[in-house]
């Protein structure tokens, strides 16, 4: 199941990059955050995802 989350992890990053992106283009800065914030969840997924992994 640890690929199926890595996938989702970078599906949530790409999204969290497209937000942001969206909210800079539209000067939204709330939406610029949202997407800040995503890509930070995504990231602390990742890593505890990789921690996991050495432990396996």
């Known amino acids: 199941m640890a ?5 989702t ?3 949530e990053d790409l999204t969290g990059k497209a937000k942001e ?4 283009a539209t ?3 709330s ?3 949202e997407g800040r914030t ?4 995504a990231s602390v997924k990742q890593t505890g995802e990789d921690v ?3 432990f396996r």
């Open 27 to 29: 000067g939204n800065e």
């Open 31 to 33: 939406l610029e955050a």
């Open 52 to 54: 996991k992994e050495v």
């Open 3 to 7: 690929l199926g989350d890595k996938i």
């Open 21 to 24: 992106a969206a909210g800079k």
């Open 9 to 11: 992890n970078a599906a």
């Open 38 to 41: 995503d890509q930070a969840a």
